[in-house]
C-alpha cells in the first residue's frame, strides 16, 4: 500500500526556518518525482517546489514565492524528501502535502496537482509573531 507521511510542522515567528519531512512507505519514493503543495483556508492548493530522482543534474522547480526561501532535497537511503523553509513570511502559513507524481521527472507543468497520484494527509505550517 503506497502511503506517504508528512511531518515537520509547527508554529514560528516570522524569519524562522522550519523543515518538512515527506516518508514513503510501500514503495520506493525514490524512484519518482516529488511534489510540495500548500493549500490555505480559502485558497486553491499551490504547488510550492518539485524535484526528479536522483540524477547528476538533480533537477528542483520552486514557485517564485518561495524561490530563495525554500530547499528541496532528497535522502534516498531513508527515502525521504525533505522541504527546508527559512525566512518564512505569514503569508507561507497553509497546510502541506507531498505527492507523488508517477514519473521520473516534474516537467514544466510540475505545479498542476490534478497530475499527481499520491498524496499524504498533510503538516500544518503556522507563521505568526
Known amino acids: 500500500q503506497v502511503q506517504l507521511v508528512e511531518s515537520g510542522g509547527g508554529s514560528v515567528q516570522p524569519g524562522g526556518s522550519l523543515r518538512l519531512s515527506c516518508a514513503g512507505s510501500?514503495?520506493?519514493?525514490?524512484?519518482?518525482?516529488i511534489g510540495w503543495f500548500r493549500q490555505a483556508p480559502g485558497k486553491e492548493r499551490e504547488g510550492v517546489s518539485c524535484?526528479?530522482?536522483?540524477?547528476?543534474?538533480?533537477?528542483?522547480y520552486y514557485a517564485n514565492s518561495v524561490k530563495g526561501r525554500f530547499t528541496i532535497s532528497r535522502d534516498n537511503v531513508k527515502n525521504t524528501v525533505y522541504l527546508q523553509m527559512d525566512s518564512l513570511k505569514p503569508e507561507d502559513t497553509s497546510v502541506y502535502y507531498c505527492a507523488v507524481l508517477e514519473r521520473t521527472w516534474c516537467g514544466t507543468t510540475w505545479f498542476t496537482a490534478g497530475q499527481y497520484d499520491y498524496w499524504g494527509q498533510g503538516t500544518q505550517v503556522t507563521v505568526s509573531s
Open positions: 524535484i526528479r530522482i536522483s540524477t547528476s543534474d538533480g533537477s528542483t
Open positions: 510501500g514503495f520506493t519514493l525514490n524512484n519518482y518525482a
